[in-house]
Structure formats: structure tokens, C-alpha cells
């Protein structure tokens, strides 16, 4: 597994937030050369890592432009953001490179020893495409285009994510040039030709517009067409304290398109004279370009057309069936007798929906309680909730306005519940509610009862099937009389009561997590078995790290498992040497927060939403939750001793934030998921 090109970051305390999350990326496009992963898996990949780096452009790398033009100063790194945005941009650029690299050298020629071929060049295309290309031009693609001849007169806006070609012509002796749009959002990026003989063949829309361009042009003589595309700042700057925040987002979606730009790719063949002109048509800066390739945006390869049977294909894991839990048709009456852990996509998500249809049909239920945070386009869960409310069962939700990139998802689906009578409460400002979790309220012979979902994971059918989570089942009633307390403060803004149980954020939650790794260094300082470990996605706040590098200089074994951004950095002497930092990587992204206290030997398990970055701790409601059902926590046991075992797939980070393969050394399956998987099967 390469990699020597993971950035090298001098001695100091913590890695740096935007370094460690490429690192991250990095290991996500290094799985396109895994010898092992089937071609179509590979290409998934490719397109990942793609997706991956322009959100974090879009996001991140606009931000910290801001900073760096507000000469602003980094304490904590001892470093001006002027300095780290360089060191982030040359990091950026060197993994686009070398994605470019893995497709041309891997990706490309695998398609071709299969007979599929990508054509990467329109003077390359064969004869016998031609008609069917030009077919297709004029009565598919001609009618999107809209070309803008680019004068010294005319500033046209390029939309952020949008696919143009600049082509330079000359007419009557006068060089000319045109812009024109690549219509993706409504064709496809890829389109499959006729197949000659035992040969498929595909081609770039761009291609295609290529060579119908150069028709249309033909009293033109080309010199040059080349592909360029922007992103821009995609935040939204609203005013939280004005109140109607849902409807602020509303008339805002619209703006996102209009940032300020972070990144202008374009075609490295483009010449310098043509590249100084589009800097100062578009009011590009220099350190915003980026010379890529002939084609842009590689995100599309998600959609490349694969001919059926023409590529093997990793199998399919089949989600299981809890098998106790499914053998109660009555989940409450399950729930009354014991909790139950649910591990997605494992295990079926099936079994959340039934949760939700049982308390629609029941007629014992009268209340239902549910979190929103990033809502499936075809959401199951909501139309239960709105057959719920129209079936007389008082129904809340809350739902977050703010989820970036999903907000208007988000605001259609609670149009749609507040037209059924449910009743909505939206994003509280400068706060945003990040917890997963949901409360039915049954009453039955004068009794009442409560169940409560708490997890790790969206309600969402969609990511529940390629994100790895863990959701709780239970009807603890002071689990869930706390949880009560969480939905009173979103939806009337009643201060709850102190939390015994859960930890949440704006509340209690740092203070609970450094109680809990004091009393790890107080058992390490009396000679006691002191050990933690915590799974987490980020893992950002300097705080909470400080605390872990105490523990650590008292002698705590701390095992880290960190999907991607990481600013802990592990085993510097005098500093975290009993710190160690796994990284695992596999078909599914890892989403699951866990933490382990060994206290003595009698561990304290927590899951949550929560990851360690200052915005989850500080800005953001979150609940952790404990697990207190031995069984369950046995399961996250098995679970966490596999995501730390020797698999092929995971890697260590070591204190120069390299990525260190890990010798495999189980004979379980090739990585720690494939591992967990088949655990569950033999459940």
C-alpha cells in the first residue's frame, strides 16, 4: 500500500485539522490500488475521493482563505493561515495529480483488458462512432448549450461545479474565443457507443460536444477547446438571531451558487497566455488554480456505465435479521424485557422501520418523538410519522435547517410533516441538533411506558445501507425520562433537569468526558488496570485532547480509532506514547461513535452522535448514551477488539501523521469489516 505521499508535519503538539482529514482522503484513493478490490470498486473509489475533495474546497478550503485574508494567526500551530492554506492547496493539488495518475495508470488500461473502452481523446474515435455521436449531439445535448463568445466586454459568472469548454478560434483573421456549458445535470457524463465485436466502448459528454462543436463551427478554425470548472464558497451566511431561520434558508439556498471561488481547475494543455485570461475574466486569484487534466470533475466515474457481466463485482453482504429481536412480532413486548443493539448496515435497517410502522398500527401509542438531521429524498421513517399523525397520535419532530447540502431536502420533508398536522420545530440559533434519537410514549391499562432509539447514525434509509452505525433499542425510564427532557428543551426551550444518564452537549457532556478520564488516571495513579478506548470520526477539540495526553503521561493505555480528521497526535514521547491511532477504511464508511472506560475492569460503555470536534462539544446538541445491558455490551466488545485486530485494510498513523500499514495477522477475513460481518452470521 503507498504512502510516501501522506504530508509530513513538523513536531508540535497537534496535527493539523485540514492536513489530517487529507490524509484521510489520501487512504480513501489508495483503495483504487488495492491488487484485491475488483475494477468496479476501484472506480468507486476514484469517484469518492473525488466527491470527497471538492466538498472539501467548497467547504474548507474557502474558509480557510477567508482566514488568511483576515490575516489571521493559528495559536495553537504557531502558524498564520496564510501558511497553512499553501501547505493544505499543495497537498490538495498533489492528490488530485496523483488521482489522475491511479486512472490513467490503473483504471484506464484495467477497462481496456476488459474489453471497455474509455475513449480519452476525440481524434481517437473510431469511424464507425461517428453517426451515432453526431445523432446524439443534435438531438440530446445541442438544445442545452448555451456558448458566450468571452470579449473584453463581457463577464460571464461561472457557476460553481458547473463542466465548461473554452474553445479558441479564429474567424476573418480574428482570434475569438467561446465559452460553453457541459449540460451534466441533465445528460449524462458517460455515455455508452455501439459495441464493435467483443468491444465496448464509452465516451465523455465532453467529447461528444467536441465533436459536435466542431461542426457547428466549421467556418471556425479551431485551435484549442479546453475544460475548465470553479467551485465557490458554498457556506450560508444567515442571521440566526433574526428568528425564522427555516425561512431565511429558504431564500439563501439559492446564493450558494454565488460564493466567492476556491478552486479553478483547468486543462493543463491550456496555454499561459489562455490561462492569464481566464484569471482575469472570472476574477480568479493565482493560488485558486489548479491545472489538472483534459476532464474535470472525476466524481461522475460514480455513474460510469459498466456493461452487465463485463467486470467482476465484490459480493453483496446481505443485512441480517436480528434474529431475537425478530422473533417477538410485538417490539414493545421485546423492549419491555431487555435492550437491544442494531448494527447498520450489518444488520437490516428494516428493523428501525418496523419499529416505527409497530407504533403507527399501535393503538397503545399516543405520542411520538424524532430527531432530523440529514432526512433519505423517499424517507420511510417520515411517511410513517405522517400516517401517525393522521391517525390521531400526537407527533414531534425537529428538524435541522442547517445540515449543509441537505437543507432544502430537509425543509421539503418538514413542509410535508407540518401539512399533516405534525408539529415542527426548526434549527435554534447558533446551534445546531446533531442527535439521532427517538422516544414512542405507549399507554396501556393506566400505564405508561416509554422506548426510546437512541443512535449513532441518521434517520436515513439511504446512508443506514453504506454507513456503519449502531443503534440501541430500549425502555429504560430514565434513559428515556432524560431524553423526554432533551425533546421538552427543543421544542419549548425548558432548561432540563441534571442528566444522570446522558451526555449531552450544551449541557454536561465535556464535563462527564474528562470525569470519566480522571477516574481512568486515578485507577492508572493507584496501580489499578486504567485503559480507554473511544471510536470517533473526528476528532478535533484541543481540550479533550489534552486530556487524553494527561492520561497518557499517567500511564492510561488509550486506543484511538479515527476515520479522518485527527489532531491528536499519538506517540510522542513525554507526550501520548500510550496513545494509539487506528485507522480503518473499508466498503462501508465508518460512522459509529464508541467509548470505553475500563474503570477497574467493570467498563462503562457509551455510544452517541457525538464525535470530539469543538462544534459537537460547543455548538451542537448531541447525546451519548450509556449501554448498560451486559449482552449489548459484550456485542461492542466483539465489535471494537476486531476494528483494533491486524487487518489488511486498517493502517496506523504514526506521529508524522504517515499511514502504517498493518501486518494482517487474523484469519477472520481480509479486513476488520468483512470480519464483523461474518461474526454476525455465525450469531
Given at each position: 500500500?503507498?504512502?510516501?505521499?501522506?504530508?509530513?508535519?513538523?513536531?508540535?503538539?497537534?496535527?493539523?485539522?485540514?492536513?489530517?482529514?487529507?490524509?484521510?482522503?489520501?487512504?480513501?484513493?489508495?483503495?483504487?490500488?488495492?491488487?484485491?478490490?475488483?475494477?468496479?470498486?476501484?472506480?468507486?473509489?476514484?469517484?469518492?475521493?473525488?466527491?470527497?475533495?471538492?466538498?472539501?474546497?467548497?467547504?474548507?478550503?474557502?474558509?480557510?482563505?477567508?482566514?488568511?485574508?483576515?490575516?489571521?494567526?493559528?495559536?495553537?500551530?504557531?502558524?498564520?493561515?496564510?501558511?497553512?492554506?499553501?501547505?493544505?492547496?499543495?497537498?490538495?493539488?498533489?492528490?488530485?495529480?496523483?488521482?489522475?495518475?491511479?486512472?490513467?495508470?490503473?483504471?484506464?488500461?484495467?477497462?481496456?483488458?476488459?474489453?471497455?473502452?474509455?475513449?480519452?481523446?476525440?481524434?481517437?474515435?473510431?469511424?464507425?462512432?461517428?453517426?451515432?455521436?453526431?445523432?446524439?449531439?443534435?438531438?440530446?445535448?445541442?438544445?442545452?448549450?448555451?456558448?458566450?463568445?468571452?470579449?473584453?466586454?463581457?463577464?460571464?459568472?461561472?457557476?460553481?461545479?458547473?463542466?465548461?469548454?473554452?474553445?479558441?478560434?479564429?474567424?476573418?483573421?480574428?482570434?475569438?474565443?467561446?465559452?460553453?456549458?457541459?449540460?451534466?445535470?441533465?445528460?449524462?457524463?458517460?455515455?455508452?457507443?455501439?459495441?464493435?465485436?467483443?468491444?465496448?466502448?464509452?465516451?465523455?459528454?465532453?467529447?461528444?460536444?467536441?465533436?459536435?462543436?466542431?461542426?457547428l463551427l466549421e467556418n471556425y478554425i479551431v485551435e484549442g477547446c479546453f475544460s475548465v470548472k470553479l467551485n465557490r464558497d458554498a457556506e450560508l451566511n444567515i442571521d440566526e438571531h433574526l428568528g425564522a431561520i427555516a425561512s431565511q434558508m429558504r431564500s439563501r439556498l439559492a446564493q450558494r451558487s454565488l460564493g466567492a471561488p476556491s478552486r479553478f481547475q483547468y486543462d493543463v494543455a491550456m496555454p499561459t497566455e489562455l490561462v492569464s485570461l481566464c484569471v482575469d475574466l472570472f476574477n480568479i486569484e493565482s493560488d485558486e488554480l489548479t491545472a489538472t487534466g483534459r476532464f474535470q470533475q472525476m466524481s461522475d466515474?460514480?455513474?460510469?456505465?459498466?456493461?452487465?457481466?463485463?467486470?467482476?463485482?465484490?459480493?453483496?453482504?446481505?443485512?441480517?435479521?436480528?434474529?431475537?429481536?425478530?422473533?417477538?412480532?410485538?417490539?414493545?413486548?421485546?423492549?419491555?424485557?431487555?435492550?437491544?443493539?442494531?448494527?447498520?448496515?450489518?444488520?437490516?435497517?428494516?428493523?428501525?422501520?418496523?419499529?416505527?410502522?409497530?407504533?403507527?398500527?399501535?393503538?397503545?401509542?399516543?405520542?411520538?418523538?424524532?430527531?432530523?438531521?440529514?432526512?433519505?429524498?423517499?424517507?420511510?421513517?417520515?411517511?410513517?410519522?405522517?400516517?401517525?399523525?393522521?391517525?390521531?397520535?400526537?407527533?414531534?419532530?425537529?428538524?435541522?435547517?442547517?445540515?449543509?447540502?441537505?437543507?432544502?431536502?430537509?425543509?421539503?420533508?418538514?413542509?410535508?410533516?407540518?401539512?399533516?398536522?405534525?408539529?415542527?420545530?426548526?434549527?435554534?440559533?447558533?446551534?445546531?441538533?446533531?442527535?439521532?434519537?427517538?422516544?414512542?410514549?405507549?399507554?396501556?391499562?393506566?400505564?405508561?411506558?416509554?422506548?426510546?432509539?437512541?443512535?449513532?447514525?441518521?434517520?436515513?434509509?439511504?446512508?443506514?445501507?453504506?454507513?456503519?452505525?449502531?443503534?440501541?433499542?430500549?425502555?429504560?425510564?430514565?434513559?428515556?425520562?432524560?431524553?423526554?427532557?432533551?425533546?421538552?428543551?427543543?421544542?419549548?426551550?425548558?432548561?432540563?433537569?441534571?442528566?444522570?444518564?446522558?451526555?449531552?452537549?450544551?449541557?454536561?457532556?465535556?464535563?462527564?468526558?474528562?470525569?470519566?478520564?480522571?477516574?481512568?488516571?486515578?485507577?492508572?495513579?493507584?496501580?489499578?488496570?486504567?485503559?480507554?478506548?473511544?471510536?470517533?470520526?473526528?476528532?478535533?477539540?484541543?481540550?479533550?485532547?489534552?486530556?487524553?495526553?494527561?492520561?497518557?503521561?499517567?500511564?492510561?493505555?488509550?486506543?484511538?480509532?479515527?476515520?479522518?480528521?485527527?489532531?491528536?497526535?499519538?506517540?510522542?514521547?513525554?507526550?501520548?506514547?500510550?496513545?494509539?491511532?487506528?485507522?480503518?477504511?473499508?466498503?462501508?464508511?465508518?460512522?459509529?461513535?464508541?467509548?470505553?472506560?475500563?474503570?477497574?475492569?467493570?467498563?462503562?460503555?457509551?455510544?452517541?452522535?457525538?464525535?470530539?470536534?469543538?462544534?459537537?462539544?460547543?455548538?451542537?446538541?448531541?447525546?451519548?448514551?450509556?449501554?448498560?445491558?451486559?449482552?449489548?455490551?459484550?456485542?461492542?466488545?466483539?465489535?471494537?477488539?476486531?476494528?483494533?485486530?491486524?487487518?489488511?485494510?486498517?493502517?496506523?498513523?504514526?506521529?508524522?501523521?504517515?499511514?502504517?500499514?498493518?501486518?494482517?495477522?487474523?484469519?477472520?477475513?481480509?479486513?476488520?469489516?468483512?470480519?464483523?460481518?461474518?461474526?454476525?452470521?455465525?450469531?
Amino acid at each position: 500500500m503507498e504512502n510516501s505521499s501522506a504530508p509530513v508535519i513538523e513536531t508540535a503538539k497537534y496535527f493539523n485539522r485540514d492536513l489530517s482529514w487529507l490524509s484521510f482522503n489520501q487512504r480513501v484513493l489508495e483503495e483504487s490500488l488495492d491488487p484485491q478490490l475488483p475494477l468496479a470498486e476501484k472506480i468507486k473509489f476514484i469517484a469518492i475521493h473525488a466527491s470527497n475533495l471538492d466538498e472539501f474546497y467548497r467547504v474548507r478550503v474557502a474558509h480557510l482563505e477567508t482566514l488568511s485574508k483576515l490575516g489571521d494567526f493559528n495559536e495553537e500551530e504557531n502558524s498564520s493561515y496564510h501558511d497553512i492554506l499553501a501547505k493544505v492547496r499543495k497537498e490538495a493539488s498533489h492528490q488530485t495529480n496523483y488521482l489522475r495518475s491511479i486512472l490513467a495508470n490503473t483504471v484506464i488500461p484495467g477497462l481496456e483488458a476488459n474489453n471497455i473502452i474509455l475513449y480519452q481523446d476525440h481524434h481517437d474515435v473510431r469511424e464507425e462512432h461517428l453517426e451515432f455521436i453526431y445523432e446524439y449531439f443534435n438531438t440530446q445535448v445541442a438544445s442545452y448549450l448555451q456558448p458566450i463568445w468571452l470579449t473584453n466586454k463581457t463577464t460571464p459568472f461561472l457557476e460553481d461545479r458547473q463542466l465548461y469548454l473554452v474553445w479558441q478560434v479564429l474567424h476573418n483573421d480574428s482570434n475569438e474565443l467561446i465559452l460553453l456549458n457541459l449540460p451534466t445535470q441533465y445528460l449524462a457524463r458517460f455515455i455508452a457507443l455501439p459495441k464493435i465485436g467483443d468491444k465496448h466502448y464509452v465516451i465523455y459528454l465532453d467529447d461528444v460536444v467536441r465533436i459536435g462543436g466542431e461542426r457547428l463551427l466549421e467556418n471556425y478554425i479551431v485551435e484549442g477547446c479546453f475544460s475548465v470548472k470553479l467551485n465557490r464558497d458554498a457556506e450560508l451566511n444567515i442571521d440566526e438571531h433574526l428568528g425564522a431561520i427555516a425561512s431565511q434558508m429558504r431564500s439563501r439556498l439559492a446564493q450558494r451558487s454565488l460564493g466567492a471561488p476556491s478552486r479553478f481547475q483547468y486543462d493543463v494543455a491550456m496555454p499561459t497566455e489562455l490561462v492569464s485570461l481566464c484569471v482575469d475574466l472570472f476574477n480568479i486569484e493565482s493560488d485558486e488554480l489548479t491545472a489538472t487534466g483534459r476532464f474535470q470533475q472525476m466524481s461522475d466515474f460514480f455513474s460510469f456505465p459498466i456493461p452487465d457481466g463485463s467486470l467482476p463485482t465484490q459480493s453483496k453482504w446481505k443485512p441480517l435479521k436480528h434474529q431475537e429481536l425478530a422473533s417477538y412480532k410485538n417490539y414493545f413486548r421485546a423492549l419491555d424485557e431487555k435492550d437491544f443493539l442494531l448494527f447498520f448496515p450489518y444488520q437490516s435497517y428494516d428493523h428501525i422501520l418496523l419499529f416505527f410502522n409497530q407504533a403507527v398500527l399501535d393503538p397503545y401509542v399516543t405520542e411520538i418523538m424524532a430527531t432530523f438531521y440529514r432526512v433519505a429524498s423517499d424517507s420511510h421513517i417520515v411517511n410513517a410519522l405522517i400516517s401517525a399523525s393522521k391517525n390521531g397520535k400526537k407527533v414531534r419532530a425537529f428538524v435541522e435547517v442547517k445540515a449543509r447540502f441537505d437543507e432544502a431536502n430537509n425543509l421539503l420533508w418538514a413542509e410535508k410533516m407540518e401539512k399533516a398536522g405534525i408539529e415542527i420545530s426548526y434549527s435554534l440559533p447558533d446551534i445546531k441538533v446533531h442527535a439521532k434519537t427517538a422516544l414512542i410514549t405507549r399507554v396501556k391499562d393506566g400505564i405508561t411506558k416509554t422506548y426510546g432509539f437512541y443512535g449513532t447514525g441518521n434517520f436515513n434509509e439511504r446512508t443506514a445501507g453504506i454507513y456503519s452505525d449502531i443503534g440501541l433499542l430500549t425502555s429504560n425510564p430514565a434513559m428515556n425520562e432524560e431524553l423526554k427532557d432533551v425533546f421538552l428543551y427543543l421544542y419549548t426551550g425548558k432548561q432540563p433537569a441534571p442528566f444522570d444518564h446522558l451526555l449531552v452537549s450544551q449541557f454536561n457532556i465535556i464535563d462527564r468526558f474528562k470525569e470519566l478520564i480522571n477516574d481512568e488516571i486515578a485507577i492508572a495513579k493507584n496501580g489499578g488496570e486504567a485503559k480507554i478506548i473511544i471510536k470517533l470520526n473526528n476528532l478535533e477539540d484541543s481540550e479533550m485532547i489534552d486530556a487524553l495526553y494527561e492520561a497518557s503521561n499517567a500511564g492510561v493505555k488509550i486506543e484511538m480509532i479515527v476515520r479522518s480528521i485527527c489532531r491528536l497526535r499519538p506517540g510522542v514521547p513525554g507526550l501520548s506514547e500510550n496513545i494509539r491511532l487506528t485507522r480503518v477504511i473499508g466498503r462501508y464508511l465508518e460512522h459509529s461513535r464508541v467509548f470505553i472506560f475500563n474503570n477497574n475492569n467493570v467498563p462503562k460503555v457509551f455510544l452517541g452522535s457525538s464525535d470530539w470536534m469543538e462544534r459537537n462539544l460547543r455548538s451542537r446538541v448531541e447525546v451519548v448514551f450509556p449501554v448498560y445491558d451486559e449482552a449489548c455490551k459484550e456485542e461492542i466488545f466483539n465489535f471494537i477488539k476486531l476494528q483494533l485486530a491486524p487487518y489488511r485494510k486498517s493502517s496506523l498513523i504514526d506521529q508524522h501523521l504517515r499511514s502504517i500499514p498493518i501486518e494482517p495477522g487474523s484469519a477472520y477475513g481480509d479486513d476488520t469489516q468483512e470480519a464483523f460481518y461474518q461474526l454476525m452470521m455465525e450469531k
